[in-house]
């Protein structure tokens, strides 16, 4: 069974910095690509950033560049999103997804991790 | 602010017919495979349409989808309670180099 758990999640005043994890199980971590989608609280979904299997290509959305950072552990199944100078705007839930966005879509979802910036 | 453009509300009776569309451009819709999402209230969005009208398995049959040009739509058959739920679409942007979703459209069974 594929599981994706997130963690690293709190509350953090705005400029400071927080790293998300994600602990995947149930499937070939290394042949996958991942991401990471969040959704403000009452919001829609929002890409953040996605990285594939061997780490070779990784993209982020354009809002978060520069501020966040995605990489992987693949001895370890691991997930991590590096944030940044974190804004009251980047209070969201944080979702762990795997698949190729591209072209497969996201097959699987974590149950997210809530991030709030508050001062 | 997305770039994929939905209603924001679809309704219907149960076992009535709801479609919703997804408006884009020539640089996400036009141009790359769409999916559709589904979130039920409180959870994690579950994958309900992969490439334009692939279902995943264990995906009703009642849930179909199509793309002609820009736009793409979602239509679920024989609506019932359980499927009161957000439902987003979503494409790779070329322009962008993102994966953009659409706004979302809230689905309400009567």
């Known amino acids: ?119 | 602010q997305s770039v994929l453009t939905q209603p924001p509300s679809a309704s219907g009776t149960p076992g009535q017919r709801v479609t919703m569309s997804c408006s884009g451009s020539s640089s996400n819709i036009g141009n790359n495979y769409v999916y559709w999402y589904q979130q039920l209230p409180g959870t994690a969005p579950k994958l309900l349409i992969y490439t334009n009208n692939q279902r995943p398995s264990g995906v009703p049959d009642r849930f179909s989808g199509s793309k002609s040009g820009t736009s793409a739509s979602l239509a679920i058959s024989g609506l019932r309670s359980e499927d009161e739920a957000d439902y987003y679409c979503a494409a790779w942007d070329d322009s962008l180099s993102d994966y953009v979703f659409g706004t979302g459209t809230k689905v309400t069974v009567l």
């Not at chain 1, 995605?70 to 370890?76: E, F, L």
């Open chain 1, 1 to 119: 069974e594929v599981q994706l758990v997130e963690s690293g999640g709190g509350l953090v005043k705005p400029g400071e910095s927080l790293r998300l994890s994600c602990a995947a199980s149930g499937f070939t971590f290394s042949s996958d690509s991942m991401n990471w989608v969040r959704q403000a609280p009452g919001k829609g979904l929002e890409w953040v950033s996605s990285i594939s299997g061997s780490s070779s290509y990784i993209y982020y959305a354009e809002s978060m560049q520069g501020r966040f950072t995605i990489s992987r552990d693949n001895a370890k199944n691991s997930l991590y999103l590096q944030m940044n100078s974190l804004r009251v705007e980047d209070t969201a839930v944080y979702y762990c997804a795997r698949g190729s966005v591209a072209t497969a879509g996201i097959h699987y979802w974590g149950q997210g991790t809530l991030v709030t910036v508050s001062s």
